[in-house]
């Protein structure tokens, strides 16, 4: 394993992104779409938030409401915006910082996703995901 590897050799650079004027409505369609669990919110390529998919099910908090569960989460989702439901200016990293370095940050701050930014843009996301993958190759 290599210590001084930077998180760019691992960082997802494909990215799916949103807009904070798109609907939650259009952030579900690209979970389940994309099978991914975070999505960078940019206004043009800087990040302002990310949203989970964590924080999508957080809101839709009624299980077995009814017969159609799709009722609850449309009326949920026509109360909030993207914006109220995304985590605000989120920490970011450089796409020099190490893998061992944003290790140590998902393990302390308890994030699943770091976005990753240079000069200003979201050049890629690493995610708990990709360190572990990361480690997987090594043995």
């Known amino acids: 394993m290599k210590k001084r590897e930077p998180v760019s050799k ?3 650079t494909d990215l799916v992104t949103i807009n904070h004027t ?4 259009d952030a ?5 779409k994309h099978k991914i669990r975070h999505i960078p919110v940019v206004n043009n390529k800087q990040i302002i938030g990310i ?17 159609d569960d799709s009722q609850v989460d449309t009326a949920v ?10 985590v605000k200016d989120p920490v970011h990293i450089a796409p020099s910082l190490t893998i061992k370095e944003v290790a140590e940050i998902l ?3 308890e994030f699943h996703a770091l976005p990753v ?3 200003g843009e979201l050049v890629g996301i ?9 480690l997987l190759e090594q043995y």
């Open 126 to 134: 690493v995610t708990t995901t990709d360190l572990l993958n990361y």
């Open 77 to 86: 989702y026509n109360m909030l915006s993207i914006e109220q439901v995304m």
């Open 28 to 32: 579900e369609k690209l979970f389940n």
């Open 10 to 12: 691992i960082m997802t």
């Open 22 to 25: 798109n609907s939650l409505f």
């Open 107 to 109: 393990a302390k701050k």
């Open 51 to 67: 949203l989970s998919l964590t924080d999508l099910l957080r809101i839709s908090f009624v299980d077995n409401y009814g017969e």
């Open 117 to 119: 930014v240079e000069n």
